[in-house]
């Protein structure tokens, strides 16, 4: 499936563009993401746990930058990741790129996301999978401007690197998801 988002952060295109490709310190802002390996300055081991209710699921896996553009400012990134009890896998290729604007830039996102196994049961309903991703990149976004504008010093983002990932609260998630969705079915009536 394909889950297109964009976001902006409050720098212009040439920094906003240094800041995106430090991977070590924007990994801390992604919701339940933890980095656990650099093997090179394109390939980076992690793990992402989600928690919904009693059930917790945990991938871990690899991501790795297969195009980098600096002029152009894009990139493209392969991600794959399995279910650590076996429950199944995602790979996803995404594709981002920085268009300036009045305010700073915005950060185009496109993901093709594959799921397999038991965890492609919530493939089922994509809407809800577009809603949850588009949750997790409004938190990521939030955290990246929140570091950005408090200075977001190296020190910062290292000392959040050292702390354990909380897993992903998926009742919140899924409670967002559903509303935004339910919104979008029924209309806005405010």
Not at 68 to 84: F, L, M, N, P, T
Not at 156 to 176: E, T
Request: positive net charge.
């Amino acid at each position: 499936m394909e889950i297109n988002n964009s976001f902006e952060v409050p720098l212009p295109p040439a920094e906003a563009w240094k800041v995106l490709m430090d991977i070590e310190r924007i990994a801390p802002c992604m919701p339940g993401a933890e980095l656990t390996g650099v093997l090179d300055k394109e390939t980076y081991n992690g793990k992402v746990s989600v928690k919904l209710g009693p059930v917790a699921l945990s991938f871990a896996g690899q991501v790795k930058f297969t195009e980098i553009d600096e002029a152009a400012r894009k990139a493209r990134v392969k991600a794959q990741g399995k279910d650590s009890k076996g429950r199944g896998g995602a790979n996803a290729t995404v594709d981002f790129h920085l268009v300036p604007t009045q305010t700073g830039t915005q950060v185009v996102v496109k993901t093709d996301l594959t799921l397999s196994g038991a965890v492609a049961q919530y493939g089922r309903a994509s809407g809800l999978i577009h809603d949850v991703a588009s949750q997790l990149i409004g938190q990521f976004a939030s955290c990246l401007k929140s570091k950005i504008i408090a200075g977001g010093a190296t020190n910062q983002a290292h000392a959040a690197n050292v702390a354990a990932a909380k897993p992903i609260s998926g009742f919140s998630l899924m409670f967002k998801a559903l509303w935004s969705s339910l919104r979008r079915l029924f209309g806005s009536r405010s």
